[in-house]
Structure formats: structure tokens, C-alpha cells
């Protein structure tokens, strides 16, 4: 299984673009990553998922680098609502694979 | 579209008491279960995990069970409860990963079952 390593937590203010590195440096060639978003007492949300270089949706990009050892989440113009812990998953699908580690504290201060 | 039903939403439970939680999913087929357990403040616990109805994985010795009786029903036991059992319950469902490069596939999660055990 693929390690990943992450902050523990990050604080920014509201406007702000934030990035969110995770570290990954025993990816398999097959394995992808996943970001997901949680809020208190809730499930966590998938947010953005990619391979290699860089992947935008409406809420985020990812940016991969070509050894893939590490990925970046970036959030453009965070709310108060952004405040949630925010995981790095890296697996090839299986159900075996799909662990999440300790996450990304990230609060948005007014 | 899917759904994931969880229940109960909460529940208190005195230690040494049975628990069972349900978790059912609609719209899809042969999904793979999971079963999560998130202790407070501390991410997500992978407790069990199936690939089918009666395939049971654990990833961790613990006092509690997983069963699948129908593709889409997952359950998770324990015949005594212990303190340590307290926590947030999570059940997702993913559909089954090819392996491929660029394949994407995604955990969707249920609302979760707060326990207390006291």
C-alpha cells in the first residue's frame, strides 16, 4: 500500500488560494489519487481525483508532478465554508487499497 | 441515481451489549462495502471491507464483525460492547476498481451511526 503523508493542519483566510501537498514516494505504477473532503459528523465528500500533471474541476485542482511521489490539492478562493478536513488517498481501486490516513485540518479564518 | 442508508443515526449502548448496524445500497450492484470507524478528531479506521455477499475482510483484530447477506446489505456486530467501541461508523460503497491507469471510481459514504458506548 501506498503511504501517504500529509499536514496535520493549515490555516488560511477567506479569499485565499490554498494548497494542500501530500506525499506519496512508494506510488504504484497503476495507483491514481484521490482527495475527499469532510465535515464534522459527516461522511467524507470526493473532491478530485487524477493520474498525472494536473487535473481542474469546479471546486479544485490537482497538480501531479511527473514522478508522482507527491500531489498537491488547490483550492482557489476559500470560504469559511472550506473549513473541513481535507484526505490524500492513493490506491489502484481495489478495496484493499482504500485507506485514508490522519487528513489536513484546514480552517478558514474571516 | 445511488443511495446509501445508514441506521441508526446515533445510539447509546452500556458496555457488554450487543450492537448491530445496518447499511444498505440502492441503485447499484456488486458494489464493494466498507466499514469505517472514525474515533474523535482522528481520521478514518478501514474496520472491514467485502467484495461480494459473504466476503469479509478485516483489516484490524478487533472486538467487532462484518456480515454481507445480500449484495447490497452490510452489517457490522459485536456481541459485547467495549468503551473502545465508541465512535463515528461510516459505510461507502465504491464499484469495483479495474486497476487501469486513469480509471476513476470513487467511495461514497453513508450519514454515519454516532455510538456511545457507556
Known amino acids: 500500500l501506498a503511504k501517504t503523508t500529509q499536514p496535520i493542519s493549515m490555516d488560511s483566510y477567506e479569499g485565499q488560494e490554498v494548497n494542500i501537498t501530500c506525499s506519496h514516494n512508494?506510488?504504484?505504477?497503476?495507483?491514481?489519487i484521490t482527495w475527499y473532503q469532510q465535515f464534522p459528523s459527516q461522511g467524507p465528500r470526493f473532491i478530485i481525483q487524477?493520474?498525472?500533471t494536473k487535473v481542474t474541476n469546479e471546486v479544485a485542482s490537482l497538480f501531479i508532478p511527473a514522478d508522482r511521489k507527491s500531489s498537491t490539492l488547490s483550492l482557489p478562493r476559500v470560504s469559511l465554508s472550506d473549513t473541513a478536513v481535507y484526505y490524500c488517498?492513493?490506491?489502484?481501486?481495489?478495496?484493499?487499497?482504500?485507506?485514508f490516513g490522519s487528513g489536513t485540518q484546514l480552517t478558514v479564518l474571516p | 441515481s445511488q443511495t446509501i442508508h445508514q441506521w441508526p443515526a446515533t445510539l447509546v449502548q452500556p458496555v457488554g451489549s450487543p450492537l448491530s448496524l445496518e447499511c444498505t445500497v440502492e441503485?447499484?450492484?456488486?458494489?464493494?462495502l466498507y466499514w469505517y470507524r472514525q474515533a474523535a478528531g482522528r481520521g478514518l479506521q478501514l474496520l472491514f471491507y467485502s467484495v461480494g455477499i459473504g466476503q469479509i475482510s478485516s483489516e484490524v483484530p478487533q472486538n467487532l464483525s462484518a456480515s454481507r447477506p445480500q449484495d447490497r446489505q452490510f452489517i457490522l456486530s459485536s456481541k459485547k460492547l467495549l468503551l473502545s467501541d465508541s465512535g463515528f461508523y461510516l459505510c461507502?460503497?465504491?464499484?469495483?476498481?479495474?486497476?487501469?491507469?486513469?480509471?476513476?471510481?470513487?467511495?461514497?459514504f453513508g450519514p454515519g451511526t454516532r455510538l456511545t458506548v457507556t
Open positions: 461507502a460503497w465504491s464499484v469495483k476498481g479495474q486497476g487501469l491507469a486513469g480509471t476513476s471510481y470513487e467511495q461514497y
Open positions: 441503485g447499484t450492484s456488486n458494489p464493494n
Open positions: 512508494n506510488i504504484a505504477t497503476n495507483d491514481y
Open positions: 487524477g493520474y498525472k
Open positions: 488517498l492513493v490506491g489502484d481501486g481495489s478495496a484493499r487499497q482504500l485507506t
